[in-house]
C-alpha cells in the first residue's frame, strides 16, 4: 500500500518544498510535510531540497538523519511508541514492554512480519504522572498494565 | 435548565479516557433531552484525578473523578449531586488548595482556546500594561520580579532580556523553547494545552521589551496535542489582533510560529535548539557567542522556556514586587512541581520556591503508588540527581539543590520505591546520554558508551572499574560542551554515592 521511494510522485515532492521554502528555517518543516504525505521522507526528495535550498545533497541528508523522527521508508500501518524514560521505569515499564513484546513476537525498532505494527521507543511522552504511557499514532495511552498494552499491540495488528 | 460540564482535553486525561467520557455526557445529555454546554478545558494537573469532570454549580465547580464513561449515566442519574465519586468544590480539594497558582491561575478553569475566557480571568491586562511602559521598564520590571529560567540553568531572565535589548540588529527573535523532553515533567505541554494565550502574551511582552517582532515556539513532536492546541491559539491571537502588525492596536509588531522539532533529546539545548531551528543538526554550538547576540540565524534572540515566558504576564498584571515576595532566598516566585512516577497524587503543584523535597513526596505526593518506601527520587530529568530519604529536607531552590550535588532543572520529580536498582538507574542515564549525544563533543560521544561499558562491569562484579567510572564522570563533567555530557555524571554519581552497596562486588554474589 505504501509507495516505495522511486514511486513517490517528483511534482508534489515540489509542490511541498514550494510551499515552505519561503521561512525562516524550511528544512525540518519540509520534512515533516513530506513524511506526513509519504509516512517517510523519500530518498528522492533530497536532491531538490538541495536545490531549493542551495545546499549539498550530503548535508541535507546530515540533516535528516540527524533525527529520530525522519523515516527513510514507510513504517508498519500503525507506529505503538512505548516510554521508556525514567518516569515509567519508575512504574514497571520495561518489564512491561518486555512482556509485550516477547509475546507479541516483536522487538524495538522492528515492524511485524505483516507490515501492519512498527514498535518503537520514546523517550518521554508528558504523562508522567501517570505511566506507563505510550502512544499508537496519535492517541495517547496512561496507566498501562499487561491487560491494557497487549490490548493496544493487538488492536494494532488487527 | 443549562448546565455546564467541563471535561478536560489535556494529553494526560486524553490519555486517561477523557475523550469517551465527553463523548458519553453528551450522548447522555441528549438522550434525557438536557440542554448542557460541555467545555473541553485544560487540566487542573491533579493528574490522579483524571478524567475529572466538573460541573458549573451556584456555589462554583465542582468535581467528579476518576470518571469513566461507564461512569456518566449514574451521574446523570444522581443530577451531579450524591455519588461514589463526588470530591465536593474542585478548588477545596487540599491539593489543589494548598497551591499557589500564579503562572497556572487558569489552566483548567478556563476554555483554553477562548480569548473571551482569558480576557475575563486576567488575561492580557499584563500585555495592555507593558504597552504602556518602554523597553527599559518592561525589561526592568522582569528583573525586579527576580524571574530566572525555568527550563534548568536558572539564569535571571531580566539580564538575558537586557543583553537583547541593547543589541543593534535589524531584526531581534523570541524563541520559546517547548522541547520538554525531561522524563517526568509535564508543565510545558499542560500550560500550552490548557492555557496556550498565557504564552503567547508573554511572548508579546518580551518582544516589546527587547524589540523583537518576530517569535518561535519549538515544541517537541511528542506533543501532538500541544502542537495541535498552539497552532490554533496563534491562528486566533492573529484574527482576534494580539497578534500581528498592531498588537492590540499599538504601533508595536509581533508575529510567531509554532515549529514542531523531530525526536532529539539534545535541542531542548537552546543552542542546539537554534541550529534545528535554522533547519541544520541539531548540534551544540560553542558559547560564546551568546545567544541573546548572535542567535536564531545569527541575530540577537532570547531564548526562553516556556514556564518562564508564561509567567511573565502575570508579573505584569500583579506587578514584580508581588512575584518576588514569594520565595526563598535568590529562588523567587513560585515553581510548577511536577510530581510524577512511583507516587500516590501525581500532578502539578505550582508553589513558593522553599518546600522541603521530603514534604513534596511524602505530604503532597502522599508516598509511592505501590505503597513501598520510598526509595529515591531523580528531580529534574534525565540529567538530575537522585536524592535519597536522607536529603530530603532540602528545600525545593536553585542554591539549596546545587548545595547537595543535585539541580532542579525544570522540577519534575520522578519517585522510586524500594524495588529500583540503582546500578539500572545509572546505566540508562549513559545509555541515554549514548543515545541523545549530538555528536559534536569527546566527552559526551564516547563517554557515554564507555559508561555503559564500564557499569557493564561493574554489574558483572568487576569492583575495580568503579574508580574508572567515577574518572569518567569527571571528565564529561570538566569536558563537555553542553549540560548532557555536563549532567549525566548527576544521576550517575549520585547513585553511587548513596547507595554504594548496589555497585559492589557483593552485588553479584547477591543476585547468585
Known sequence: MSPSTSEAPTARIEEIIAEHRHLEGPMLPIFHALQEEFDHVPEAALAPIADALNLTRAEVHGVMSFYHDFRKAPPGRHVVKICRAEACQSMGSEALAARALEKAGLDWHATSPDGRVTVEPVYCLGLCACAPAAMVGDKLHARLNEARLDKILAEARS | ?512
Open chain 2, 1 to 512: 435548565m443549562s448546565m455546564k460540564i467541563y471535561v478536560p482535553a489535556d494529553a494526560a486525561a486524553r490519555a486517561l479516557g477523557a475523550d469517551a467520557v465527553a463523548a458519553a455526557v453528551t450522548a447522555e445529555a441528549k438522550a434525557r433531552g438536557l440542554d448542557v454546554t460541555l467545555v473541553r478545558n485544560g487540566t487542573r494537573g491533579m493528574i490522579w484525578l483524571e478524567p475529572l469532570l466538573e460541573v458549573e454549580t451556584e456555589t462554583g465547580r465542582t468535581g467528579f473523578g476518576p470518571v469513566t464513561a461507564e461512569d456518566v449515566p449514574a451521574l446523570f442519574d444522581a443530577a451531579f449531586g450524591d455519588h461514589a465519586l463526588a470530591l465536593g468544590p474542585v478548588e477545596q480539594i487540599p491539593y489543589f488548595a494548598k497551591q499557589t497558582r500564579l503562572t497556572f491561575a487558569r489552566c483548567g478553569l478556563i476554555d483554553p482556546l477562548s480569548l473571551e475566557d482569558y480576557e475575563a480571568h486576567g488575561g492580557l491586562s499584563g500585555l495592555r500594561r507593558a504597552l504602556d511602559m518602554d523597553r527599559d521598564g518592561i525589561v526592568q520590571e522582569v528583573t525586579d520580579s527576580g524571574l530566572r529560567g525555568r527550563g534548568g540553568a536558572g539564569f535571571p531572565t531580566g539580564i538575558k532580556w537586557n543583553t537583547v535589548k541593547d543589541a543593534e540588529a535589524p531584526q531581534k527573535y523570541i524563541v520559546c523553547n517547548a522541547d520538554e523532553g525531561d522524563s517526568g515533567t509535564f508543565a510545558d505541554r499542560m500550560i500550552m494545552e490548557g492555557d496556550p494565550f498565557t504564552l503567547i502574551e508573554g511572548m508579546a511582552i518580551a518582544g516589546l521589551g527587547v524589540g523583537a517582532t518576530k517569535g518561535y515556539v519549538y515544541l517537541r513532536s511528542e506533543y501532538p496535542d500541544a502542537i495541535r492546541v498552539m497552532t490554533e491559539a496563534v491562528r486566533r491571537a492573529r484574527v482576534f489582533g494580539l497578534l500581528g502588525d498592531s498588537v492590540l492596536g499599538s504601533a508595536h509588531a509581533f508575529d510567531m510560529e509554532i515549529r514542531s522539532g523531530a525526536g532529539a533529546y539534545v535541542c531542548g539545548e537552546e543552542t542546539s535548539l537554534l541550529n534545528s531551528l535554522e533547519g541544520k543538526r541539531g548540534i551544540v554550538r560553542a558559547k560564546p557567542p551568546l545567544p541573546a547576540l548572535e542567535g536564531f540565524l545569527g541575530r540577537p534572540t532570547v531564548v526562553n522556556n516556556v514556564i518562564s515566558l508564561a509567567t511573565v504576564p502575570v508579573i505584569f498584571e500583579k506587578g514584580a514586587e508581588h512575584y518576588r515576595d514569594f520565595g526563598l532566598g535568590r529562588s523567587r516566585g513560585t515553581i510548577p512541581l511536577q510530581i510524577a512516577g512511583n507516587v500516590k497524587y501525581g500532578g502539578l503543584f505550582e508553589t513558593a520556591f522553599g518546600m522541603p523535597l521530603g514534604e513534596i513526596v511524602e505530604e503532597i505526593g502522599g508516598g509511592t503508588a505501590s505503597g513501598r518506601p520510598v526509595k529515591a527520587v531523580q528531580v529534574g530529568g534525565p540529567l538530575g540527581a537522585y536524592l535519597p530519604v536522607h536529603q530530603f529536607d532540602t528545600p525545593f531552590g536553585y542554591e539549596e539543590f546545587d548545595g547537595q550535588k543535585a539541580l532542579i532543572g525544570h522540577a519534575g520529580l520522578v519517585v522510586f520505591d524500594d524495588t529500583a536498582d540503582m546500578l539500572a538507574m545509572a546505566r540508562f542515564a549513559m545509555e541515554f546520554c549514548a543515545i541523545e549525544s549530538c555528536g559534536k563533543c569527546t566527552p559526551c560521544r564516547i563517554g557515554a558508551v564507555r559508561g555503559v561499558e564500564t557499569l557493564d562491569r561493574i554489574g558483572r562484579g568487576d569492583g575495580g572499574a568503579v574508580e574508572i567510572l567515577t574518572d569518567l564522570c569527571d571528565t564529561m563533567t570538566d569536558g563537555s560542551l553542553c549540560a548532557l555530557g555536563g549532567f549525566t555524571p548527576y544521576p550517575v554519581m549520585s547513585a553511587l554515592r548513596h547507595f554504594p552497596e548496589e555497585f559492589s562486588v557483593s552485588r553479584k554474589v547477591a543476585a547468585e
